[in-house]
């Protein structure tokens, strides 16, 4: 909105004596009423001074001098008017000095015009001696004049909204003109000194906000934004392009935002997961609660996940095929750790845990080959063998603990020759084997490991002898023979 300038204020004409008299230093002013209580005192107190006429002079000459009573009260009357029109125009000069003061001619220029032109009225009127007329347009002026001395704050409220609204309408010269009477009318005053100062830009700021507007109805939001945002440097408290700006702002945090989400998305695809992570960090900065973060995440996490199970998947494949049961242990519990019902994760562990126990305990009999001539420790190395013998697809390791337990096992079920001695007379019986009976000599086949021979005969201590089989011959006999006597 364009407001149209007020028409030029016209000068008032040039008054006579009193407008002179306005424009003479104050100790003028002074002097002159001096000059004017002087004047009343020759006028009122100088015909009392006078000395009283001469004894002599005729009564009738006395009588016709003294002027008539009502002459008299006219006189006073007059005087009185006087003295009151110079009362009130010393207090209109008065107050025409305090406006003078506040620069009125800048902030009422009409107003104080025609109040000039009513006191060259009133001084014309008082010059040719009508003192009530000057007196009664002197108190109207002081009426007038503290009137227009107490509009300033009204008038300065009228400027600046004035002000406020020529900049809001863009029209730079009603603005800095309504802002500079107002700063007449109140010099510092801080929100018209401001508004002075954004109309040095507001043309400009015009220009920006007009582009900022155009290419936010094209939808070109960083051509628009930028536009709005040069404007706001400008000017900060110019409020359509501020919101211009928080507009452009919302719509480019949008943008931002669908184009976080697309790359996210895209990396996903593309297994790139360490630029999806990089990527969601983004996205958890702008919008930390916003509802797309949270499947985000889930997405990423299983992805994470899957990648890292098919890691362990293959690296627990790879110690499998390596014979390294105890390490492919430890890689499925790890595959478990992350996800408890992975079915490779529990299969691959039940067999790495199966062949470690087995390998482990095949390993412990080796180490141990006595151990397998005990009967009941040789039946536990069969079973162990036959459970070895169960699994499929082995490594050459594996593969060898079974073939050198096979041979183990071959041997301690494999009798052996072994000779007994004896005198005839004692009993022999071999625990494990039974009673062998009385002889010279006897051939046994026994099976590697440890045995007893007992021998017994009426009247003769029993004998005990220990001995080991061991595989293959065995050419020193075993003694059985009761000696001691009861």
């Known amino acids: 909105m364009i407001v149209p300038k007020p028409p030029a204020m016209r000068p008032p004409p040039r008054p006579p004596a009193a407008l002179v008299r306005r424009r003479i230093p104050m100790w003028v002013y002074i002097a002159f009423a001096l000059l004017i209580s002087l004047a009343i005192a020759v006028i009122f107190l100088l015909p009392d001074m006078r000395p009283a006429p001469q004894v002599g002079v005729s009564a009738s000459r006395a009588n016709r001098s003294k002027p008539p009573a009502r ?144 290419h936010e109805q094209q939808s070109q ?134 062949r470690l126990r087995l390998a482990n305990s095949m390993q412990d009999i080796l180490a141990h080959p006595r151990g397998v001539f005990g009967q009941q420790s040789r039946q536990n190395a069969r079973q162990i063998l036959a459970q070895a013998e169960e699994i499929d697809e082995v490594g050459p390791a594996f593969s060898g603990l079974r073939q050198r337990l096979q041979q183990l096992l071959t041997v301690a079920e494999s009798p052996s020759r072994v000779t007994l001695v004896s005198d005839g007379q004692t009993q022999v019986t071999v625990y494990k084997i039974g009673v062998v009976g009385k002889f010279a000599s006897r051939e046994l086949r026994l099976l590697p490991g440890a045995y007893v021979a007992v021998g017994s005969r009426s009247g003769y201590r029993d004998v005990r002898v220990e001995f080991r089989v061991e595989p293959g011959p065995n050419p020193l006999p075993i003694r059985v023979v009761c000696q001691d006597q009861l």
């Open 71 to 214: 002459d008299d009260a006219a006189a006073q009357r007059q005087a009185l008017a006087r003295r009151q029109a110079e009362a009130a125009l010393h207090e209109v000069l008065d107050l025409q000095a305090k406006l003078d003061n506040q620069s009125v001619r800048r902030w009422a220029q009409a107003d104080y015009a025609a109040a000039l032109e009513r006191l060259a009225a009133g001084d014309v009127a008082r010059q040719a001696g009508r003192f009530s007329e000057a007196r009664e347009t002197y108190q109207s002026l002081i009426t007038s004049l503290t009137n227009l001395l107490e509009s300033r704050p009204k008038r300065l409220r009228d400027a600046l909204k004035r002000g406020a609204d020529a900049l809001s309408a863009f029209d730079a010269a009603t603005a800095k003109q309504q802002f500079t009477v107002a700063l007449a009318i109140e010099p510092n005053n801080a929100k018209a000194e401001h508004g002075l100062a954004r109309t040095q830009h507001l043309d400009e700021v015009h220009a920006l906000f007009m582009q900022g507007k155009a």
């Open 221 to 354: 939001w960083l051509a628009a934004h930028d536009a709005y945002a040069k404007a706001v440097r400008l000017d900060a408290d110019f409020t359509l392009a501020r919101r211009g700006l928080s507009r452009t702002n919302t719509q480019l945090e949008k943008i931002r935002w669908h184009d976080l989400l697309t790359r996210f998305y895209r990396a996903m695809d593309r297994g790139e997961l360490a630029k999806a992570s990089e990527t969601l960090k983004k996205i958890k900065a702008q919008r930390p609660k916003a509802p797309e973060l949270g499947q985000a995440v889930k997405q990423l996490v299983n992805a994470s996940q899957k990648v890292a199970l098919d890691k362990l998947r293959e690296k627990g494949k790879a110690q499998m095929a390596a014979e390294d049961f105890a390490a492919a242990l430890g890689t499925y519990d790890k595959a478990l750790l992350i996800d408890a019902t992975v079915a490779f994760a529990q299969a691959g562990r039940s067999k790495a845990q199966k």
